[in-house]
């Protein structure tokens, strides 16, 4: 992805990840990525007492019949969810639960993608709004009045400000100045 950067979108950045993950990646490194996680095992941490055993069954179950890590995107603290889905899971063959298992490693690809795609839009954004400051500092340094007049107004078109219009003459006095 780096190589293919810079993406003028998230969507075109999530769009190419998604060729690469599904179509270019070996499968060597799509099971490199599924043993990164240790979802299920964050899942046994906060299970309830009843729920561990089976949870650390089901594990070993999962990983002896496929030889990856079980990955979910469920959410860690909702370890029956994470259990009847194991089990589920379990029954398949290793073509399925590869998909299975790729489904859910991209969708945490989709989320880092557009997380980082967040951090670079912000840092962009705060870029540009100290390019900014620094063009008003910059333009506050003109000098308007010359440097060898003492109290002369000088007339600066439509720029002249209010406390250059007197309003005791009228306006085409005013314009004279």
């Given amino acids: 992805m780096q190589e293919a950067s810079p993406f003028s979108s998230l969507e075109h950045a999530t769009s190419f990840a998604q060729d690469l993950w599904f179509k270019n990646l070996p499968i060597r490194a799509r099971l490199d990525a599924f043993s990164a996680h ?3 095992g964050d ?10 055993s089976d949870l650390c069954q089901f594990r070993a179950k999962y990983r002896k019949k496929f030889g990856f890590k ?20 379990c ?10 298992a790729a489904q859910e490693e991209f969708y945490l690809i989709e989320r880092g993608l557009t997380k980082l795609w967040e951090r670079l839009s912000q840092e962009k954004l ?10 008003v500092q ?6 308007v009045v010359p440097s060898n007049s003492s109290d002369e107004v000088v007339w600066t078109g439509h720029n002249a400000t209010m406390r250059d219009y ?12």
């Fill in 43 to 52: 899942a046994i941490s906060k299970a309830p007492t009843e729920l561990i």
């Fill in 70 to 89: 079980f990955l979910t995107t469920t959410d860690a603290r909702h370890s029956h969810k994470i259990l009847e889905e194991v089990k589920a899971r």
């Fill in 38 to 40: 240790r979802h299920i």
């Fill in 91 to 100: 029954e398949n063959n290793l073509l399925v639960e590869l998909e299975f």
């Fill in 166 to 177: 007197d309003l005791n003459k009228t306006p085409d006095e005013n314009q004279m100045i």
């Fill in 138 to 143: 910059d333009s506050q340094k003109e000098e």
């Fill in 126 to 135: 705060q870029e540009e709004i100290e390019d900014l400051w620094e063009i």
